[in-house]
């Protein structure tokens, strides 16, 4: 997914290696999903979740820490708040919808406008 960064330069968004397997996992109990919503916090952790072709939860939020038993204490205080979100993006499944229902989604679910 390409998103503008502060300076209006297009990024590209790619989960990490141990991201993947928690979306594999995910997009697995997930038969509706066509893609996982990634959102990364300043602290280290991860919030995941699937979604529909609707731009609805398709999972339960998943909330979880690479190589820890849980996640942080200021998680577990605040639920992962957005104002510590460092990258979000989704992760479409193959084949990818239409262009029109990406840009819907992403902005129902990370309130992202690409126009």
Known sequence: MDQENNIGQKTTWTPEKSELAMIEGILEGSPDGIGVAVIRLDCGCHKMA???KNGEPAS????YRD?????????KEDDGSF?????????????????????MVQEKVLGIKTH
């Open 50 to 52: 699937a979604i529909d």
């Open 60 to 63: 339960k939020v998943i909330m």
């Open 67 to 75: 190589r820890a038993e849980s996640i942080c204490d200021k998680c």
């Open 83 to 103: 104002m510590r979100v460092t990258t979000q993006f989704i992760y479409w499944v193959s084949p990818e919808p239409d262009a029109g229902t990406k840009e």
